[in-house]
C-alpha cells in the first residue's frame, strides 16, 4: 500500500488505494456499524498506514483490519449509512500506479433496474421469484372489515422484492406485476423460466372465528409430494416441462422411468430440506417482529409448493379475519417489517448455503460452517457440500470419523 485518498463530494464519495501492484481483491458490506470490508488478496506488502478520520462525508474513517490470512490485507471503510459500493481497478497510466478505486453513491435508489439474474463479474446473482397470492378475480381471503388478501400479498411481496433487489448478489421479481389473474401452473413456470432459486409465496389467511392470529409458513409435505412424483409419472409427456433442467436428461421412454423417477426424487428432496431450511430461518426472523401462529414449520399441499425443481415457501403474513392483524396487515409500516424479516432470512439462508457460481459463494463461501445435528455423519455431510470425508477431516482437525451434535464443523471449499 502506498497510499489512500478520499475524495468527498455532496453525493459520492470516492476512495483511491495507491498500490506497489495489479491488486486481487474481494469485498463485502456489513450493517450495525455500517461496514465496507475490503481483502486485498495474494500480497505480502506493507499495509501500516494509519486511520485516516473523515467524519463529515459518507466514508468516516478508513482504517487497516485484521487479515483473514498471512497473505492478505484487510481494509476497514466505516460508513455512516449503507451504500452500494462500487470498485474497480485501474492500471498505471501518468503520474500513477496500480490503483484500487471504491466508489460509493450517496443517493442510490433502492431498487436499481437491473435484469433478473445478471452477472456481477461473471458470478450471477441468487434469483428470488416473489409470487403475490391470488390477484384479479381471485381476491382470496377478505378480512373482517374488507381488506383483500391479494392486495396484502401484493403490497408485501413488492416491498420485499424492493430489499432483494437493493441487495448486491441478489435479485428477486415478483410472479405478477399487477391485480391480475395468475393461475398455480403458471407461477411456478415464471419462475422455472427465470431460472429462480427459490420460490417465496405470500399469503393472509382468513379464518371462520377472529381468534387465530399470527404468521405461519409452510412448505409441500414430503407424503404429498411422493405422490405429486407419481403423478407427474403419469402425465410423460409433460416431463421435461415439469422438470426444468433435469428434464433434459431424461428420455421419456418406459424403459427409463426408474431414471425419471430416482432423478426427480432427488430433485424433490433438494428442493424440500432447502425449502424446510428456508422456513425455519424465516419463522425466526418473523418472530421479531409479529405473531408467530405456528413456531414450527407447516406441512401443506398447496399447488404453488408442488414445484420439483424450485425450493418453495409459503409464507402466511397473518389473519386477517382477526380485527387487530387485518389492520396491522394494512400498515404500510407493518408490511415492511414482514418484508424484512423474510428478506433477512433469506439473505442468512443464502449466505449459509450459497449456490455454485454465485457471487453470494465468492463471498461467503470461506466463511461456510456446518452446526453437527443429530443424525448428521461426516460421510453423509461429505455429500451434502460436495466435498471428501479426507477435505472435511484436514479442514477440522479430525482424527477419527466420529463428530459430536453441537460441534462446529469448518466446511473446505469445493
Ligand atoms: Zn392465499
Do not use: C
Amino acid at each position: 500500500m502506498e497510499g489512500v485518498r478520499i475524495w468527498p463530494s455532496p453525493d459520492s464519495t470516492r476512495v483511491v488505494f495507491d498500490l506497489a501492484a495489479e491488486p486481487k481483491y474481494s469485498y463485502f458490506t456489513l450493517q450495525n456499524p455500517h461496514r465496507l470490508v475490503i481483502d486485498f488478496n495474494e500480497t505480502t506488502g506493507k499495509f501500516d498506514f494509519n486511520d485516516i478520520e473523515n467524519p463529515k462525508s459518507l466514508v468516516k474513517k478508513v482504517r487497516p483490519s485484521k487479515a483473514k490470512s498471512s497473505d492478505s490485507r484487510r481494509v476497514v471503510l466505516d460508513l455512516t449509512k449503507t451504500v452500494k459500493p462500487k470498485l474497480f481497478k485501474l492500471k498505471p497510466y501518468g503520474p500513477h500506479g496500480h490503483r484500487l478505486v471504491v466508489d460509493l453513491q450517496d443517493d442510490m435508489p433502492r431498487a436499481p433496474v437491473r435484469t433478473v439474474g445478471e452477472f456481477t463479474n461473471g458470478q450471477r446473482d441468487i434469483v428470488i421469484a416473489i409470487d403475490p397470492g391470488h390477484g384479479g378475480h381471485d381476491p382470496g381471503a377478505v378480512g373482517v372489515s374488507g381488506t383483500l388478501e391479494k392486495r396484502v400479498a401484493f403490497a408485501i411481496s413488492k416491498k420485499l422484492a424492493n430489499l432483494i433487489n437493493a441487495e448486491r448478489g441478489m435479485a428477486a421479481f415478483l410472479t405478477r406485476n399487477g391485480d391480475y389473474y395468475l393461475n398455480i401452473g403458471r407461477r411456478s413456470e415464471i419462475a422455472r423460466n427465470k431460472k429462480a432459486d427459490v420460490l417465496i409465496s405470500v399469503h393472509a389467511d382468513a379464518f371462520t372465528s377472529p381468534r387465530p392470529r399470527g404468521a405461519s409458513v409452510w412448505v409441500l409435505t414430503m407424503k404429498r409430494a411422493n405422490t405429486e412424483i407419481g403423478r407427474w409419472l403419469e402425465r410423460s409427456e409433460r416431463h421435461s416441462e415439469l422438470l426444468g433442467g433435469v428434464g433434459e436428461v431424461i428420455q421419456d421412454t418406459q424403459s427409463e422411468r426408474y431414471l425419471a423417477h430416482a432423478l426427480l426424487d432427488m430433485s424433490m428432496s433438494h428442493s424440500l430440506s432447502t425449502g424446510y431450511d428456508l422456513s425455519k430461518e424465516v419463522i425466526n426472523e418473523l418472530s421479531k417482529v409479529t405473531r408467530v401462529h405456528q413456531k414450527s414449520t407447516q406441512l401443506g399441499n398447496f399447488g404453488v409448493l408442488k414445484s420439483p425443481d424450485i425450493p418453495s415457501i409459503l409464507v402466511e403474513a397473518g389473519f386477517m379475519s382477526n380485527p387487530q392483524e387485518e389492520r396491522l396487515l394494512n400498515q404500510s409500516s407493518h408490511q415492511r417489517k414482514l418484508a424484512r424479516a423474510v428478506f433477512a432470512a433469506t439473505k442468512r439462508f443464502f449466505s449459509q448455503h450459497p449456490p455454485e457460481g454465485t457471487l453470494f459463494a465468492s463471498i461467503y463461501e470461506h466463511r461456510k460452517e456446518h452446526i453437527v445435528k443429530r443424525g448428521d455423519s461426516l460421510s453423509m455431510l461429505a455429500q451434502r457440500y460436495n466435498v471428501s470425508v479426507n477435505s472435511l477431516k484436514q479442514a477440522n482437525n479430525l482424527n477419527k470419523s466420529t463428530i459430536q451434535i453441537g460441534q462446529t464443523l469448518k466446511i473446505p471449499a469445493t
